[in-house]
Nanobody, 119 residues
Framework: QVQLVESGGGLVQAGGSLRLSCAAS????????IGWYRQAPGKQRELVAT???????NYADSVKGRFTISRDNAKNTGYLQMNSLKPEETAVYYC?????????????WGQGTQVTVSS
Protein backbone atom coordinates (compact mmCIF):
# COMPACT_ATOMS: atom_id res chain seq x y z
CA GLN A 1 0.00 0.00 0.00
CA VAL A 2 1.42 3.37 -1.06
CA GLN A 3 0.40 6.63 0.54
CA LEU A 4 1.13 10.26 -0.25
CA VAL A 5 0.78 12.61 2.68
CA GLU A 6 0.92 16.38 2.24
CA SER A 7 1.77 18.82 4.99
CA GLY A 8 2.71 22.44 5.41
CA GLY A 9 -0.51 24.17 4.49
CA GLY A 10 -2.03 26.89 6.59
CA LEU A 11 -3.04 30.51 6.80
CA VAL A 12 -0.66 33.16 5.53
CA GLN A 13 -0.95 36.83 4.68
CA ALA A 14 -0.64 38.03 1.12
CA GLY A 15 3.01 38.27 0.20
CA GLY A 16 3.96 35.54 2.62
CA SER A 17 5.48 32.12 2.09
CA LEU A 18 4.68 28.50 2.76
CA ARG A 19 6.52 25.28 2.08
CA LEU A 20 4.46 22.22 1.29
CA SER A 21 5.78 18.69 1.66
CA CYS A 22 4.59 15.46 0.08
CA ALA A 23 5.91 12.28 1.66
CA ALA A 24 5.46 8.93 -0.03
CA SER A 25 5.50 5.70 1.93
CA UNK A 26 4.98 2.04 1.17
CA UNK A 27 6.53 -0.57 -1.09
CA UNK A 28 8.06 1.91 -3.51
CA UNK A 29 10.57 0.93 -6.15
CA UNK A 30 10.93 4.41 -7.63
CA UNK A 31 9.10 7.71 -7.77
CA UNK A 32 8.90 9.16 -11.23
CA UNK A 33 7.25 12.54 -11.84
CA ILE A 34 5.91 14.44 -8.82
CA GLY A 35 3.32 17.12 -9.37
CA TRP A 36 1.53 19.73 -7.34
CA TYR A 37 -2.01 20.74 -8.23
CA ARG A 38 -4.50 23.07 -6.61
CA GLN A 39 -8.24 23.43 -6.56
CA ALA A 40 -10.01 26.56 -5.45
CA PRO A 41 -13.67 26.51 -4.43
CA GLY A 42 -15.89 26.27 -7.49
CA LYS A 43 -12.97 25.85 -9.86
CA GLN A 44 -11.31 22.97 -11.63
CA ARG A 45 -8.13 21.42 -10.35
CA GLU A 46 -5.13 22.99 -12.05
CA LEU A 47 -1.51 22.08 -12.44
CA VAL A 48 0.93 24.16 -10.42
CA ALA A 49 4.29 22.47 -11.02
CA THR A 50 5.95 19.18 -11.85
CA UNK A 51 9.39 17.69 -11.38
CA UNK A 52 10.74 14.59 -13.07
CA UNK A 53 12.97 11.97 -11.51
CA UNK A 54 15.88 13.66 -13.24
CA UNK A 55 15.04 17.03 -11.77
CA UNK A 56 13.47 18.74 -14.78
CA UNK A 57 10.79 21.17 -13.70
CA ASN A 58 7.72 22.72 -15.23
CA TYR A 59 5.56 25.51 -13.82
CA ALA A 60 2.24 27.12 -14.52
CA ASP A 61 2.81 30.59 -15.92
CA SER A 62 1.01 32.13 -12.95
CA VAL A 63 3.57 30.83 -10.44
CA LYS A 64 6.82 31.13 -12.37
CA GLY A 65 9.42 33.04 -10.42
CA ARG A 66 7.55 32.67 -7.13
CA PHE A 67 7.15 28.92 -6.58
CA THR A 68 9.89 26.30 -6.57
CA ILE A 69 9.31 22.58 -6.79
CA SER A 70 11.98 20.21 -5.53
CA ARG A 71 12.43 16.67 -4.31
CA ASP A 72 14.57 14.58 -2.01
CA ASN A 73 14.75 11.13 -3.54
CA ALA A 74 16.41 9.62 -0.47
CA LYS A 75 13.41 10.65 1.60
CA ASN A 76 10.77 9.92 -1.06
CA THR A 77 9.54 13.45 -0.53
CA GLY A 78 8.58 16.32 -2.77
CA TYR A 79 8.35 19.97 -1.85
CA LEU A 80 6.70 23.12 -3.08
CA GLN A 81 8.15 26.40 -1.85
CA MET A 82 5.61 29.15 -2.38
CA ASN A 83 6.66 32.79 -2.07
CA SER A 84 4.79 36.04 -2.62
CA LEU A 85 1.48 34.30 -2.19
CA LYS A 86 -1.68 35.99 -3.44
CA PRO A 87 -5.23 35.75 -2.04
CA GLU A 88 -6.45 34.20 -5.28
CA GLU A 89 -4.09 31.29 -4.63
CA THR A 90 -6.23 30.15 -1.75
CA ALA A 91 -7.00 26.52 -2.55
CA VAL A 92 -6.53 22.93 -1.54
CA TYR A 93 -3.13 21.85 -2.81
CA TYR A 94 -2.69 18.23 -3.88
CA CYS A 95 0.39 16.16 -4.45
CA UNK A 96 0.45 13.69 -7.33
CA UNK A 97 3.09 11.11 -8.14
CA UNK A 98 3.75 8.35 -10.63
CA UNK A 99 5.21 5.58 -8.51
CA UNK A 100 6.83 2.40 -9.73
CA UNK A 101 6.08 -0.65 -7.67
CA UNK A 102 7.33 -4.15 -8.42
CA UNK A 103 5.92 -4.90 -11.86
CA UNK A 104 3.76 -1.85 -12.38
CA UNK A 105 3.56 1.95 -12.26
CA UNK A 106 0.56 3.66 -10.71
CA UNK A 107 -0.59 7.21 -10.15
CA UNK A 108 -1.26 8.34 -6.62
CA TRP A 109 -2.84 11.43 -5.08
CA GLY A 110 -2.50 12.83 -1.61
CA GLN A 111 -5.43 13.93 0.48
CA GLY A 112 -4.72 17.62 -0.01
CA THR A 113 -3.63 20.43 2.25
CA GLN A 114 -5.47 23.73 2.62
CA VAL A 115 -3.64 26.94 1.82
CA THR A 116 -5.43 30.15 2.73
CA VAL A 117 -3.95 33.50 1.76
CA SER A 118 -5.52 36.49 3.47
CA SER A 119 -5.54 39.96 1.97
Amino acid sequence: QVQLVESGGGLVQAGGSLRLSCAASGSIFAINTIGWYRQAPGKQRELVATITSGGSTNYADSVKGRFTISRDNAKNTGYLQMNSLKPEETAVYYCNADISLIGTTLEYWGQGTQVTVSS
